[in-house]
C-alpha cells in the first residue's frame, strides 16, 4: 500500500491536479484563519485586559468546540445556498463554517494569554509611568504571544484537517482526492490525498513554530537565560523598561499546540 501511494504522489500526471488541490486547500485555510483572527484577536486583547465578558465568551467558545462540523456545514449551505448565487454558494457557507472552528482556539490563545499575564509586571509597568494601551502594546502582548500564538498553531491545525469537508459541498481542496477516490473506490487516492492533508499541516505547524520561536522575545521564552548562563553565568540584563517588566514573568506554555 505504501508503495501505491507513493508511486501515486511521484506520478508526473498526478502533479498538476496536486498542486491546484493544495493551493485550494491553503485559500480555504487562510481565509478562514485570517477572518478568524480579525475577530477573535481584538476580542481575546479586550477581555484579557479589562476581564469583562470573559465567563460568557470562554462559555461560547467551548460549545463552539462540540459544534459538529459537517452538520453545521449541511445547514449553512441549505440556509445560505438558495440566498447566493454560483460558485459563492458553496464557498462562503464553507468558509464560514471553518471560521466558526478557527475563533475558540484563537479567542482562547490570547484571552488566556493576557489573563496569565503576572500582576507584578503590570504594575512595574504603570510604575514606569505606562498607560492602559502602553500597557498592554509593551508589556501584555509581548508576555501573552507565546500562548496567542499557540493559539493559532491550533486554529491552523485544525482548519487544515476540516477544510477537507469542502469537498463535500462541491469545492475542491485535498479533501476531493478523498470524496473522488470513494466515489471510485480508489484507495491509494483516498490514502494519497490523507497522506497529502498530514504532510500540509506538519509543513504549515514547522513554519508557524519558526515564526514563534523568532518573534517571541528572549526575555519571555528563556532563551536568553540559557545563553546568559552559559556565557556570563549571570542573570541577563536589559537598557529596555518595558523589556525588563516583560521578562518578570513568563506564561506557562500549553503541552501541546
Known amino acids: 500500500m505504501i508503495g501505491d ?12 491536479d496536486i498542486g491546484r488541490r ?8 487562510l481565509v478562514a484563519v485570517l477572518v478568524a483572527a480579525i475577530i477573535a484577536v481584538p476580542l481575546g486583547l479586550w477581555i484579557g485586559h479589562t476581564g469583562r465578558g470573559k465567563v460568557l465568551v470562554v462559555t461560547l467558545a467551548g460549545a463552539a468546540r462540540a459544534i459538529p462540523t459537517l452538520g453545521l456545514l449541511y ?15 458553496f464557498y462562503l457557507p464553507n468558509e464560514l463554517v471553518l471560521v466558526i472552528l478557527a475563533v475558540p ?32 502594546r509593551k508589556v501584555e502582548v509581548p508576555v501573552a504571544l507565546p500562548l496567542m500564538l499557540s493559539g493559532l498553531r491550533s486554529a ?44 500540509l ?29 552559559r556565557g556570563r553565568g549571570g542573570s541577563p540584563e ?5 523589556e525588563a517588566a516583560v521578562s518578570t514573568h513568563r506564561p506557562a506554555l500549553p503541552t501541546s499546540a
Open 105 to 136: 482556539p484563537i479567542l482562547s490563545g490570547v484571552y488566556a494569554g493576557i489573563d496569565e499575564v503576572d500582576p507584578a509586571a503590570r504594575d512595574a509597568a504603570k510604575g514606569m509611568g505606562m498607560r492602559g494601551l502602553e500597557v498592554l
Open 201 to 229: 499541516a506538519i509543513v504549515v505547524d514547522l513554519v508557524l513554530a519558526t515564526v514563534q520561536r523568532l518573534v517571541v522575545s528572549p526575555g519571555v521564552s528563556g532563551r536568553v537565560d540559557r545563553r546568559a548562563g
Open 22 to 29: 493544495l493551493l485550494e486547500h491553503l485559500e480555504y485555510t
Open 75 to 89: 445547514f449553512v449551505v441549505l440556509f445560505l445556498g438558495p440566498r447566493l448565487s454560483g460558485d459563492l454558494a
Open 156 to 199: 491552523f491545525l485544525q482548519v487544515i484537517a476540516t477544510a477537507t469537508i469542502a469537498a463535500t459541498a462541491a469545492l475542491g481542496g485535498l479533501g476531493r482526492f478523498l470524496i473522488d477516490g470513494l466515489a471510485v473506490r480508489d484507495y491509494t487516492q483516498m490514502a494519497s490525498g490523507a497522506l497529502l492533508v498530514a504532510l
Open 5 to 16: 501511494v507513493l508511486g501515486w504522489l511521484t506520478d508526473p500526471a498526478h502533479a498538476a
Open 238 to 242: 536589559t537598557a529596555d523598561p518595558a
